[in-house]
C-alpha cells in the first residue's frame, strides 16, 4: 500500500492530484459546498472541455521546451471563419469548418516555422502572431461583414457532433475533450514519439544528433495546437449559434496554469496528459465550483494564485522524489563483482 | 601495437574561423585498442579539434581519414553513422528521462502493429541495464530510475555503454572526469579501459595528467591550436607534461619558489601576493 501511494507521487500528475482532492476537500469542508452537486454540474465539466482541448496541445509543446499563447486569438479566428463562411456567406458548414480548420494549420505553421528557423523564443513568436491575428480577425470582420459579431445557424449533423447539449446541459465537446487525452496519451506515453518529444524538451541539440525530426515535430506541434483552438470556437460558434471577434484571451493564462498544475515543467522535458488532464478540470472546479459554496466567487482567482504555486512546489518536491529514488531490496538482475 | 592500422587519422589538418587560426597542421591517429589523450589547457582548440573529428566542423585544408580511406563527413549524424561518438562532460543529457528511455532516443525499440506500435519499455529497459552492467557498473540495476538521479560517473558511464551499444569504433570523450569526485573518476577510467579491451579506439581529452597517464597509450599535447608534443606511454613525467600544457617552465619554476618560501618561512605557504610580487621581473 505505501509502496503503490509513494509509486504514485513519483509521477508527474502527483501534484496535480493532490490539488484537487485539496481544492474539492476545502470548497465541501469551508464551502458549504455539497459533494454531490459539485460532482453533477454540468458548468465546471463544460469549461474544463473546452479548455482541455486546448490546454492539451499546450503542454506537450511546454513538454518539447516551446510556449503557444497564439491560441488566446485562434479561438475566435475558428468561430468568426466559420460564422462568416456559413451565416454571412450561406457556404454548407463544412465549408465554414474546414475554412476554420485551414486558419489554424495556417497560423500554426507560421508559428512553427519562424521558431525553427529564428533564435526568438516562441513565447515572443506566438505574442507576436497572438496580436496580429487578433488584428487580422477584427478587420476581416469589419471589412467583409460590417460587424464584429456574426450569426449562423448550424445543421442537424453539425449540431449533434459538435454544438450538442447531452441531457439539455453537457456540451458535446466534452466527449472530444475525453477522446482528444486517451489519443494523445496514448501517443505520448506508449509510441516513440512521445518519447522524443521529451527528448525534444530535455535537449534540443542532442535530440537533433540522435536522429529526431526535431523541426518537423516543432511545426506539428504548433499546427496541433493551432487547430486546436480554431475547433474549440468552431464548437462555441455551433454551440451558440454566433460568434464575437472578443473572447479566447483568458484561455491564455487558464490553459498555462492548468498545465503547470498538471506538473509539466515550465522549461520542459517532464509531464504527462493525465496530469494535464487532472490539472484542467482542477482549474476549471476551482473558477467554476465556487459558484457552489457560500465563498465570495471573487475569491476564485486568489485561490487559484495559492494553487499554482502549491502545486508548483509540489511537484518540484515529487520531482525530486523520483529522481533520486532507488528501489531498495528489489534487484531485477543477481548482483556482480564491482570489478570483473 | 604500431603496424595496426589507423581508424581514424588526421593529415596536416587546418581549420580557421575567417580570418582566426584555430588548428594549425594536425597529423593524429588512433588505432583500434588504444587510447590517444589530448592534453591542453583551456583554449588550446581542443573543443574546435573534437568538432572536427565529430564532424560538426569541416576542415580548411588537410585531410580526414578512415581506415585509410579519405572521408568528409556532411554532418554531426554522417560522423555518426561510420561509427564516430562523442561523449560530452555531463554525459546523459536527458536528466528527466528514464535510464532506458533515454538509452534508446531515437531509435526506440517497439512492439506491436500499425498504428498501435507502442514503445516497448520492458525490453528497452533490459537492454540498457544490461548495456551498462557489461561496463562494471552495478549498482545501476533499474532501467526506470531517471537519468538525473545517476551520479556523474554512473552517467558517463551509462552514455558510453550507449555509444558502444550502437556499434561505435571510435569514442570521443570530452574532458569525461573533469567534474567528478576521485572515486567517480577512476569509475570512468575502469570504463575507458573496458572499451579499449574490447578494440575501440579511444581519443580522451582532458586537462588532468594524472588521469591521461592512467589510461593513455598515446599522448598529444595541444598548445595554441597545434600540436607541441607527441609521444608514447613512458617517454615522458607527469611534471613535463603539466610544465607542457602549461606552456614552459611556469609550473615547475612556481613549485620551486613556493617550497623555497616554505623553507624559509617555518613550512607556511605564501601567500597569493608574496608570488605575485616576486614573480614581477
Known sequence: ?340 | MNDKPAILELKSVNKSFGPIDVLHDISLRVRAGEVLCLLGDNGAGKSTLIKTLAGVHKPTSGQILMDGQPVTFTGPSDAQGRGIATVHQFGGTFPLMSIGRSFFVGVEPTKGWGPFKIYDRKRANEIAVKAVRDFGITRIDDGDRLVGGLSGGERQSLAIARAVYFGARVLILDEPTAALGVKQASHVLRIVNESKKRGLAVVFITHQVMHAMTVGDHFAVLIRGAIADDFRKGQRSREEITDLMAGGETMAGLEAQVEGYMAEHEGHPPSFQVLEGSAAP
Request: aromatic share 10%; proline share 3%.
Open chain 1, 1 to 340: 500500500m505505501m509502496d503503490a501511494i509513494k509509486s504514485v507521487l513519483r509521477r508527474p500528475e502527483a501534484g496535480s492530484i493532490l490539488s484537487l482532492i485539496g481544492v474539492v476537500l476545502f470548497f465541501v469542508l469551508f464551502g458549504g459546498a455539497s459533494l454531490g452537486t459539485l460532482v453533477g454540474a454540468a458548468s465546471w465539466v463544460n469549461f474544463a472541455a473546452n479548455l482541455g482541448i486546448v490546454a492539451i496541445p499546450v503542454g506537450l509543446l511546454m513538454i518539447s521546451g516551446e510556449l503557444d499563447i497564439s491560441i488566446g486569438a485562434l479561438i475566435p479566428a475558428g468561430s468568426m471563419t466559420t460564422a462568416i463562411l456559413t451565416g454571412y456567406y450561406g457556404l454548407p458548414i463544412g465549408v465554414g469548418i474546414a475554412g476554420a480548420l485551414t486558419v489554424g494549420v495556417a497560423v500554426g505553421l507560421v508559428n512553427g516555422l519562424l521558431t525553427i528557423r529564428t533564435s526568438v523564443p516562441s513565447l515572443i513568436i506566438t505574442l507576436a502572431t497572438l496580436v496580429a491575428m487578433q488584428g487580422v480577425v477584427l478587420s476581416a470582420s469589419v471589412l467583409l461583414t460590417g460587424t464584429a459579431s456574426v450569426a449562423l445557424t448550424a445543421p442537424g449533423w453539425a449540431k449533434f457532433l459538435f454544438g450538442q447539449l447531452i441531457g439539455g446541459s453537457h456540451q458535446v465537446i466534452i466527449i472530444w475533450w475525453i477522446a482528444f487525452a486517451v489519443i494523445i496519451g496514448f501517443v505520448l506515453h506508449k509510441t516513440r514519439y512521445g518519447n522524443w518529444l521529451f527528448a525534444m524538451g530535455g535537449d534540443r541539440v542532442s535530440a537533433r544528433n540522435a536522429g529526431i525530426p526535431t523541426d518537423r515535430m516543432t511545426i506539428a506541434l504548433f499546427v496541433l495546437s493551432a487547430v486546436s483552438a480554431t475547433f474549440v470556437g468552431i464548437c462555441q460558434a455551433i454551440l451558440f449559434n454566433s460568434a464575437q471577434v472578443s473572447g479566447g484571451m483568458n484561455f491564455i493564462f487558464n490553459a498555462i496554469v492548468s498545465v503547470v498544475v498538471g506538473g509539466v515543467l515550465l522549461t520542459g522535458g517532464f509531464g504527462s496528459v493525465v496530469g494535464i488532464f487532472v490539472g484542467t478540470i482542477t482549474f476549471a472546479i476551482v473558477s467554476q465550483g465556487i459558484y457552489f459554496t457560500q465563498i465570495d466567487r471573487n475569491w476564485s482567482n486568489l485561490i487559484i494564485g495559492v494553487m499554482l504555486l502549491v502545486a508548483v512546489l509540489m511537484n518540484q518536491s515529487f520531482r525530486d522524489l523520483a529522481l533520486y529514488f532507488r528501489p531498495r531490496g528489489k534487484r531485477s538482475l543477481p548482483r556482480e563483482p564491482a570489478n570483473p
